[in-house]
């Protein structure tokens, strides 16, 4: 059970254009969603938490406006990388939980996005 | 969140049971120790948690001392695919709601 599904696992984009990242939960609520980003070699940061049907919260640096966040559904949140540029190219990973209730995150399998 | 220092890395052979320490000595009483790890190029992967009690699941045993300042995480019989880099996180009591504030980890390798 938990299953967290990330599509697509990797992209790559042209400079200038947007990405979407989708994630959702397969086998439960997701009333509140995670986004993080990985650079290489480094460990994981909190870009911004999601509630399903509010606005996202974004970590400080993390510029709203550039990485646009919708959980419209208790099931489905995406993650728009806007006007994206090669400093975007990074590994970004979804988390979602069933709230308070729940126990532990569980994670997506990533997408490993490339801005040329 | 009270932080957490683990070695950055760790060898052990494969068969053998592997022992992954993470100091928190800054834990306050409603903060739970969760263990997650990394694959290379995956998304992060739960293995467990505990709040002063030991526990045990199909994946691995958690040791937490009884002044709660450290613990140890324990995969009893290290495989090649359990090369990997381990998460000791310190998590509050709001559960779900928060989400998780990850260090560097430990790399875990598992030598043949």
New interface residues.
């Given amino acids: 059970g938990a299953v967290v599904s990330q599509h697509p696992s990797w992209v790559i984009c042209k400079s200038g254009t947007s990405v979407k990242i989708e994630c959702r939960s397969l086998d439960f609520q997701a009333t509140t969603m995670f986004w993080y980003r990985q650079f290489p070699k480094q460990s994981l940061m909190l870009m911004a938490t999601s509630n399903e049907g509010s606005k996202a919260t974004y970590e400080q640096g993390v510029e709203k406006d550039k990485f646009l966040i919708n959980h419209a559904s208790l099931t489905l949140s995406t993650l728009t990388v806007t006007s994206a540029h090669p400093e975007d190219s990074s590994f970004y990973i979804c988390s979602a939980t069933g709230g308070i209730a729940s126990v532990a995150l569980h994670f997506g399998n990533g997408t490993r996005l490339t801005v040329t | 969140d009270a932080k957490t220092t683990q070695p950055p890395s760790m060898d052990c052979a494969e068969g053998r049971a592997a022992n992954l320490p993470c100091n928190h000595s800054t834990i306050s009483g409603n903060e739970y120790v ?1 263990w997650y790890r ?1 694959i290379h ?6 293995i467990i ?1 505990g709040l002063k009690n030991n526990e045990t699941n199909e994946m691995a045993s958690l040791i937490i001392t009884e002044d709660r300042k450290s613990s140890t995480l324990i995969l009893p019989h290290a495989t090649l695919r359990d090369t990997a880099v381990y ?1 000791c996180i310190v998590r509050g009591s ?4 928060d ?7 430990t790399h875990l390798i598992i030598q043949p």
């Fill in positions: 969760y990394q190029s995956q998304g992060p992967q739960y948690h998460y709001g559960g779900g709601a989400g998780l504030t990850f260090g560097k980890g």
